[in-house]
Structure formats: structure tokens, C-alpha cells
């Protein structure tokens, strides 16, 4: 495909995503309005998803662009794992990450480079375990329901899919085949949020009453040169006007909050500001009378989401990519004896412990508190992608796959993160209107276990 042809593939599939390649009626059930609760039994078990242990995890990476080739690298530093399978529409990245595998010793894995929907013939294939997808989002969808469809575990980069519609789909396949469907998180294992994790379990804030978090990195350069493969990203800003990407914020929170573990996001309401930044931006950098200055941008610069969840605690959440600014989480946890917050800096006050009414240095808390796992993975981890944390991710998938344990995050937590995408489109659409979060475990929310402080070993 040349570089034309990509771009427009891409324009095409945003607007209208890609569930005809999956091929069968089957792939595209889940739509609203169906019985959910009669789907499956397995989010009804009171344990929590366990798969047979494998001795080996043979990897198929599908889309290895900028995150996608950082997580080769991070495999290759991992006991246990054969990368197998590489595939990506572009020859040359299929190549480049071949030869990572190759540079660090390791057999060839075998390229699909036939185009856009070959990643159906690395999901057939009978060398993979997991497939791991570093894709554009609306491929999300379609290249883990196919890996499952194929008896392989999938696990995705971020937003685990772009509709509520696609996350039923991944919920119920990954139930019917019993195979794992796992959205890669990052920021669930950065040190300071699973120190937080690790201190809210210890009940160190008391009640949890409010968490704020967000997205809000400038992306206005990225969005609008040729960073991104065939500019996929800037299509979600042109037709979309919604929190693109929820994820990073509210993942962690979830997990402080024990969401689909004893708690649910019960609704939320949204509200956009005008968009301005990427037209300012592109008749600046790309010139005014160009096609990016003239172009209508769906997407608001700065999208603000309040969710409340079951047991009464309120989150906002906020989404900015077009903005001048530093990059920022905007973290906030607030409970009844203190609270904790993070960008710029990281701070604390807790009742009893700091003097009142004054901010400390969280760090001073470190040796007290840090993670286990980040004392145990702190020297492997170094230099690896955003801080380390995304090696951490990487071997906890290792891990569970090879102990046959759950994971950290499994396909509830990714669906109903990635949910508040689309609710926020609808409620911005309808003047703020609240809407339902789906119960994607069916009611079992009540009783699956919440995440521990898990080690290494
Ligand atoms: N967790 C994080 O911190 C983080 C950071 C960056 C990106 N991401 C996520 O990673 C994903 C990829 O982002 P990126 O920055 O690497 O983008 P990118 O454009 O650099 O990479 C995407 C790759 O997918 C390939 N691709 C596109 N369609 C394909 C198809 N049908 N089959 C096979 N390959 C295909 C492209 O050729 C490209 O190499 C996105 O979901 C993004 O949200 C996450």
C-alpha cells in the first residue's frame, strides 16, 4: 500500500470500523438490546478467570509501529517467551521488528505482511499463544475477536475498543472460548499509582470519597504531521466529540475504587469546550489556507466527564490532546482521613500524620509503601518504555499466562474503562444527558474478589 492508499484505508475504516473483516455473523453479536445476561455463565463464577498455565508464551505481535516495537523490546527481556509472529501493513516495521528479534539472538519470527486483515492468518497460525495487538483503535476490535475465535489469548494496547458495541463482542468471545482478552494499561502499573493502590489497601485515606484524573497531553504536532501511520489518529478528532481516551486516568482510580470488584461506574455526563487547538495549530505550523487549518474538528479541546459509581463516589475525568500544555494524569484521591494528588508534583496530607492543613512530598512515603513488585522489578525495568512501567505490564501478562493465575486487569476492566468513550460521545450529544454504564459482569460485580497487592515469584 502506498502511503496515499494507507491514509485513505484509514480514513475509511474510522469512519466505519472494520467488524465486517472478521468474517462471520457470529463476531458481530453483541449489539445492544440483546439478552446479555443469558450470554454466558462465566462472569457468574465466584472465581475469578483462570486459564491452563503455558510453559512457554509464543507471541504474535500484530501493528508494530511506536508502542508495538517498544513491546518487542520488552518481551525479549522476559523468561519464557518466543516472539513468533510479526505482522503489520507496512513491509519495512515487519522487517525492522524482525530484526529486533533477530539482533537479540532469538529464531525469525515469520512476517504477514499481506495488507490490512492478514492478521487473520497469524490468529490461524498454530505457533501463537497470545496475540498482542499495538494497532490503530478501530483494529482493536477485530484482531482480538479473531485471536480468540482461533484459541489464542489477545491482549490489546489502548482503548481496548472504540464502541460499547465492539467491547460486547470482545466480553462475550472471551467467554464463549474461554481464552483471555487483556487491555494493556500502562498506567495501572506506573510506581506512584501502585504505591497509591498499595496505601488505599492498607487504608491509609479511610473512606474514598473523589478521584479526579484524566488525558492531557498536547498532541496537536502528532495529531497533524505523519507521526502516526496513515494519520489514523486525527480521523477520532475529526469525527468524534467525546473523551478519546479514558483509559490512562481511570484505570488506576478503578482499581483504588475496586471497580467490577465489589463496586460498579454507575453513570456519567459529559461536557465538551469549543475546539480551537488543532486548527490554530495547523494554520501556524502546516500554513492558514491548508486542508488541516480548514478542517472541522468534531472533537472539543477540552472534554470534562463526572462518573459516579454504586457506592456514591463522584470521578472527573478529563480529556485534552489540542491543548499548550505539559503532560499531565491530573491525579486526585481523596478519602475521609487525607488525600494524595499527582501533576506537576506528587503530594500528600493524611490526617493525624502530616501537620494540618499542609502538603508533604509523597516520596517521603516510598520506603514505607512502594509496591512490592516495583522494589522486586526496579532494575530490569529501567529504560524501559514510560518510566519502566510498561515492562512491568508486560511481565505481569508473562506471569499470569505461564501460572495459569487471573489477570490484573481482565476483559471486564477493560470494557467498562473503555466504555466511557462512548457514553461521553452520547452524553455531550444530548446536552449532558446521564447514561447507564453497562454492566458488562452481569451482576457478578457484587462478588469477584478486588485486586490484591500481587508480587513476583
Ligand atoms: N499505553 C500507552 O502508553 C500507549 C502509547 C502510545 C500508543 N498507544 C496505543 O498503541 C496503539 C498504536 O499506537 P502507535 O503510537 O504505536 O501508532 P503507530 O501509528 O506508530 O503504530 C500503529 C501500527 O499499526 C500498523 N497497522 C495499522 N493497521 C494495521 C492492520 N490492519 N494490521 C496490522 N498492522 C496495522 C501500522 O502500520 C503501524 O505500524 C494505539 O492503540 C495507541 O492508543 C499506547
Not at 38 to 47: L, M, N
Not at 370 to 398: C, K, N, T
Not at 406 to 433: C, F, H, N, T
Request: hydrophobic share 35%; proline share 5%; aromatic share 8%.
Amino acid at each position: 500500500m502506498s502511503d496515499i492508499d494507507r491514509r485513505d484505508f484509514i480514513r475509511t475504516t474510522t469512519l466505519t470500523g472494520v467488524g465486517l473483516a472478521l468474517g462471520s455473523k457470529e463476531a458481530l453479536a453483541g449489539r445492544p438490546g440483546r439478552d446479555h445476561a443469558a450470554a454466558s455463565a462465566v462472569a457468574q463464577e465466584t472465581e475469578l478467570f483462570r486459564a491452563p498455565p503455558l510453559e512457554t508464551v509464543r507471541v504474535g505481535f500484530v501493528g508494530v509501529g511506536h508502542q508495538g516495537s517498544s513491546h518487542v523490546t520488552n518481551f525479549l527481556h522476559i523468561d519464557g517467551v518466543e516472539i513468533t509472529a510479526i505482522c503489520d501493513i507496512s513491509p519495512e516495521r515487519v522487517a525492522a521488528a524482525q530484526k529486533q528479534v533477530t539482533d537479540a539472538g532469538r529464531p525469525l519470527p515469520a512476517a504477514y505482511d499481506r495488507g490490512p486483515f492478514d492478521y487473520v492468518r497469524l490468529c490461524e497460525s498454530d505457533d501463537v499463544d497470545l496475540v498482542f495487538t499495538a494497532t490503530p483503535w478501530r483494529f482493536h476490535a477485530p484482531v482480538c475477536v479473531t485471536a480468540m475465535e482461533h484459541g489464542k489469548h489477545a491482549a490489546t494496547e489502548v482503548p481496548m475498543a472504540v464502541t460499547i458495541d465492539e467491547l460486547w463482542q470482545m466480553v462475550e468471545t472471551a467467554e464463549r472460548t474461554r481464552r483471555h482478552c487483556v487491555m494493556m494499561e500502562n498506567c495501572c502499573y506506573d510506581r506512584t499509582e501502585m504505591m497509591i493502590l498499595n496505601m488505599v489497601r492498607q487504608n491509609i485515606f479511610g473512606e474514598l470519597l473523589h478521584a479526579e484524573c484524566g488525558y492531557l497531553h498536547d498532541l496537536r504536532e502528532l495529531k497533524l504531521t505523519d507521526f502516526y501511520e496513515g494519520r489514523w489518529r486525527v480521523e477520532h478528532s475529526i469525527h468524534r466529540n467525546g473523551d478519546l481516551y479514558p483509559t490512562h486516568g481511570l484505570g488506576p482510580v478503578a482499581q483504588w475504587l475496586d471497580v467490577n470488584r465489589g463496586n460498579q461506574f454507575e453513570y456519567v455526563v459529559s461536557m465538551a469546550s469549543p475546539g480551537r487547538g488543532l486548527n490554530r495549530w495547523a494554520a501556524e505550523h502546516v500554513g492558514p489556507d491548508s486542508v488541516e487549518a480548514r478542517q472541522r474538528y468534531a472533537l472539543g479541546d477540552v472534554v470534562n466527564t463526572l462518573l459516579r459509581t454504586r457506592r456514591g463516589q463522584t470521578i472527573l475525568l478529563t480529556h485534552d490532546t489540542n491543548s499548550p500544555r505539559p503532560y499531565s494524569r491530573r491525579i486526585l484521591l481523596q478519602g475521609t482521613h487525607g488525600l494524595v494528588r499527582k501533576y506537576p508534583d506528587e503530594r500528600i496530607h493524611i490526617e493525624g500524620r502530616s501537620a494540618a492543613h499542609r502538603w508533604e512530598e509523597l516520596r517521603t512515603y516510598r520506603d514505607e509503601f512502594d509496591h512490592p513488585i516495583w522494589r522486586a522489578l526496579e532494575e530490569q525495568s529501567r529504560g524501559a518504555g514510560h518510566g519502566g512501567m510498561d515492562f512491568i505490564e508486560d511481565y505481569r501478562l508473562v506471569q499470569c499466562l505461564r501460572k495459569g493465575d487471573p489477570m490484573d486487569m481482565d476483559v471486564y476492566d477493560g470494557a467498562a474503562w473503555s466504555a466511557i468513550s462512548e457514553l461521553s460521545e452520547l452524553s455531550i450529544a444530548q446536552r449532558s444527558a446521564p447514561q447507564d454504564v453497562p454492566d458488562f459482569t452481569r451482576g457478578a460485580w457484587r462478588t469477584r474478589p478486588r485486586l490484591g497487592i500481587v508480587e513476583t515469584g
